[in-house]
Each structure stands twice: as structure tokens, then as C-alpha cells.
């Protein structure tokens, strides 16, 4: 049962616009959201994180906003830069900080110059 | 401050074989993660240990093993390799758990021919 849900396996966008990449989870009992970004050979990188108890989160051109209701994140770049061309995972955990990251399948963006 | 090692980074077997991949983490970092990348199923949740205990564990046979040394260090161990077992191993450390703040390693491929 695929807990966290990236629908969308891969995203082109041209440089300089906005890229949005979505996130649905399924448990309820889910209460902190990250996003990871993985390079080829290289693991992955943490990238931003947002709390059941906030909607929105900004760190430079990443922001991602939270909808509790509909159990969907979505991180958004802006604006997109080549180097942000990586797979892109959102990964959620239950309250505790002993407890797992359950990650979504990723996402392959791909920002054209 | 170094980053999380993995040794080796590129192992080839084959089926019915054993494996044992190695994690360092980084220094302080008392929790270790493991997870299973596959192109189908993105990054899955084996176990993670914090100091020298198996705190957590997910959906894998009992092929897959792990463990954890006083110096934080952990091993994975895979006996009798399928084929399906080919993928990218990525080890994480955090000081507290996987929740926040995790760093993860380069990563192990293995294939299992």
C-alpha cells in the first residue's frame, strides 16, 4: 500500500518558470512532510520540510505548501534553474521523532535552458 | 565534518549468494537508516537501528539483516540474493531519528545476475 503518492513520474519545465511537483499521502496520521532531491550517483539531498500544523513553507525559490484536508503537498520552484534537474522525492512521518520516513516513488524534473 | 560512507559502491553477485554492505555515519550521528531504491517502487524503508538497536523496520523478508556497532557503524546483510534484489542501497544518519535533519550516503548498487 503506497502510502505517499508522486503520481507524475517526470516533469519538463523550461528555465525560469515555476515547476510544481505534487505529493498525495494517504495516512492521516502523517504530521511532517519533507522533500529530498537526488542527484545521479549521489544520495539524496534534503531539500525542505513543512509541519501538519503549518500550510506554507518558503526557503529561497522552494516553497512548499500543505493541504491537510485533501492529504496534498506540493513543492514549488521559482523560479527553475537547470541545476534543479534531479529526481525529486516527498517523503512524510508520523509524530515522533524515532518513527520512519515513509517516501514517495520521485519524480524526474527536468528544467531545459 | 565528513559525510555518510558506503562501502562498496558497486558490488556484482549472483542468485543464492550473500551480501554485506557497510555505513558510516556521520560522526555523533547515533541513528542508521537503511533503504532499497528500485526504478519501480522509489525508496523503500528497511530497518534502522540507534545505538547498537533495531528501532525500526519495514516490509522486508528476513533475507535482509542488519546491524550496529558501538561506533555507530551498521552493516546490512541480504542472504540468498534474488534477482529482484538489484538496486541502489542508500544508507542515512541523523543524531535522533529519521524524521528531520537525516543525511544520506552515495549508496551501494548491486546487481544480481
Known sequence: DQQVKQNSPSLSVQEGRISILNCD???SMFDYFL???KYPAEGPTFLISISS???KNEDGRFTVFLNKSAKHLSLHIVPSQPGDSAVY???ARKQGGSEKLVFG????LTVNP | KAGVTQTPRYLIKTRGQQVTLSCSPISGHR???WYQQTPGQGLQFLFEYFSETQRN???FPGRFSGRQFSNSRSEMNVSTLELGDSALYLCASSEAGPGVSQYFGPGTRLLVL
Open chain 1, 89 to 91: 522525492f516527498c517523503a
Open chain 1, 35 to 37: 522533500w529530498y532531491k
Open chain 1, 25 to 27: 499521502y494517504t495516512n
Open chain 2, 57 to 59: 523496520k519495514g516490509n
Open chain 1, 105 to 108: 516513488k520521485g519524480m524526474k
Open chain 2, 31 to 33: 541513528s542508521v537508516s
Open chain 1, 53 to 55: 500544523i503549518k500550510d
